[in-house]
């Protein structure tokens, strides 16, 4: 079973503190996402990555970077937490290119920035 | 990639089949159509994905139209746990990217 696991289900940081979010998958995939989600909003996409050090903006980079050292890793940094970076984050992994697609998400991290 | 429409809502009772649809009236030949879902405090699931035919696996079956501008997504038999979140999604053919709206939150009462 494809497993992707985040390193916390629950979060509590403070204004201004630099937060990191970790992201492993166990498949070997060469792609991972980092999403945010917020009620009414729907999932949106943050950064991803298609190979160890490649990452690509998506729709809501700002005030986030990246880090792709190693495959099965996947980290979302926010260098200087705000309030309004609170949500539930969600990380997923797939393969490359195939036609059967499938994205497998983590359990989420839920944010929350005093 | 295509936009989808999905209502926000809609109920069913358990047992009965849910039919979701999904408006996707500016999709391209090359386009498939994803369906995934969100069980309350976990990650998006995958279900199933279609590009012109009509496909069945264990967990639902996918009824494209016949000029693609639409789909439904059919649970024959729902039951408590099927309630969820589920979203459309038209997967472009040159992208690993998928984009999620806000898709249609499906309450299965007893």
């Known amino acids: 079973d494809v497993k992707v696991t985040q390193s916390s289900r629950y979060l509590v940081k403070r204004t201004g503190e630099k937060v990191f979010l970790e992201c492993v998958q166990d498949m070997d995939h060469e792609n991972m996402f980092w999403y945010r989600q917020d009620p009414g909003l729907g999932l949106r996409l943050i950064y991803f990555?298609?190979?160890?050090?490649?990452?690509e903006k998506g729709d809501i980079p700002e005030g986030y970077s990246v880090s792709r050292e190693k495959k099965e890793r996947f980290s979302l940094i926010l260098e200087s937490a705000s309030t309004n970076q609170t949500s539930m984050y969600l990380c997923?992994?797939?393969?490359?290119?195939?036609?059967?697609?499938?994205?497998?998400f983590g359990p989420g991290t839920r944010l929350t920035v005093t | 990639d295509a936009k989808t429409t999905q209502p926000p809502s809609m109920d069913c009772a358990e047992g009965r089949a849910a039919n979701l649809p999904c408006n996707h009236s500016?999709?391209?030949?090359?386009?498939?159509v994803y369906w995934y879902r969100q069980i309350h405090s976990q990650g998006p699931q995958y279900i199933i994905h279609?590009?012109?035919n009509n496909e069945t696996n264990e967990m639902a079956s996918l009824i494209i139209t016949e000029d693609r501008k639409s789909s439904t997504l059919i649970l024959p038999h729902a039951t408590l746990r099927d309630t969820a979140v589920y979203y459309c999604i038209v997967r472009g053919y040159n992208t690993d990217k998928l984009i999620f709206g806000t898709g249609t939150r499906l309450q299965v009462f007893p």
């Open positions: 997923a992994s797939s393969s490359a290119g195939t036609s059967h697609y499938e994205q497998y």
């Open positions: 279609g590009l012109k």
């Open positions: 500016t999709i391209s030949g090359n386009e498939y």
């Open positions: 990555s298609y190979d160890v050090k490649m990452k």
